[in-house]
């Protein structure tokens, strides 16, 4: 029954990265102009689903989402994985939502602080839905939510109307446990990673990780200054590898597996830190540091905007390890 699964699963995989490996393209404004939405749902694995976005800035033209927006469908209901940019976005998610299947949403999980992942949030809230989220990431954006909003609207502009500040309504700290019908799906805190409060969920019977910002692999990852890679690489290989998952829906770009994440999240990782290292050990300066090496990454969408950058918060993070 799994070999008949798993040929499912992967004959569903091939036809879903034939489909969209020429649409990959950062440069592309918008992949589906019916609606607000970057690209239109897929179904990943049998009721898992993903709007993929784009793998560049939030702009107007992609109303914000570039990133994934994915949603579970069971016989109790939908859980949705992030709430979206703005009101305007999370009511378009749900639009396509409700033209697949009849099951209302009974709850939207945040995987981190940001705005692409609790900005929608007034939208679901007053649909009566409940919000989940890490305390951390709560905090984060508690915090920081009305430049995070502000920045939304300075490029969302009309589309940015109806959205407003609503912090989740449930937190966790280490693990949620959502059981719905024959489905258990577990809403994990593996550690520190990308930012305050970033969590995977993890479908067991499945082999599938939906890893939010844990795992980058079609556009370079970001490095922020509350960042720390050390840790980052030790969630990495002593939690989220553990986990064994065959299938992989990272929190920018299409989905994968575990391999092809590996090589553009931990790997660019742990050779950047490498980099630097060698450079402090020769009394480079943080003038000189943003242009270490990076090529072996040049290809990855948003390279030009983000390399120089995160080679000199690595220089900053390491030079007082």
Request: net charge negative; hydrophobic share 40%.
């Amino acid at each position: 029954m799994y070999k008949i699964f798993s040929l499912f699963v992967f004959s569903k995989l091939f036809l879903f990265l034939l489909a969209f490996t020429a649409l990959s393209d950062q440069n592309i404004k918008d992949q589906f102009p019916n609606s607000f939405l970057y690209s239109k749902p897929i179904e990943y694995i049998p009721n898992v689903w993903s709007a993929i976005g784009a793998t560049g800035p939030p702009t107007y033209d992609n109303t914000g989402h570039n990133n994934n927006l994915s949603f579970i469908i069971t016989n109790e209901g939908v859980v949705v994985i992030n709430a979206g940019a703005s009101s305007t976005l999370a009511q378009a998610l749900h639009d396509e939502i409700k033209a697949i299947t009849d099951q209302p949403v009974i709850l939207v999980i945040n995987e981190n602080g940001q705005g692409h992942a609790m900005l929608g949030n007034s939208y679901w809230i007053d649909q009566g839905v409940p919000i989940l989220a890490h305390e951390d990431a709560i905090e984060e954006f508690e915090e920081n939510g009305p430049q995070i909003l502000n920045r939304m609207i300075g490029y969302n502009r009309d589309k940015a109307n109806g959205t407003r500040l609503v912090l989740p309504t449930i937190s966790f700290d280490d693990k949620y446990i959502i059981n719905l019908a024959n489905l258990s799906i577990e809403v994990l805190y593996l550690g520190p990673a990308h930012s305050p409060g970033d969590i995977s969920v993890w479908i067991p019977s499945k082999k599938l990780v939906i890893a939010g910002d844990m795992a980058f692999h079609e556009r370079l990852l970001p490095i922020f200054s509350e960042t720390n890679t050390k840790e980052w690489i030790n969630t990495w290989e002593n939690k989220f590898e553990k986990l064994n998952a065959i299938y992989v829906i990272p929190g920018h770009g299409h989905p994968t597996n575990m391999e092809q994440v590996r090589r553009y999240t931990r790997d660019y990782l742990v050779y950047l830190r490498e980099k630097i290292g060698s450079f402090l050990e020769n009394g480079g300066e943080l003038k000189d540091a943003y242009y270490v090496d990076q090529t072996p990454f040049s290809h990855l969408h948003t390279f030009d905007e983000l390399a120089t950058r995160n080679a000199g918060r690595v220089y900053e993070e390491m030079e007082f390890e």
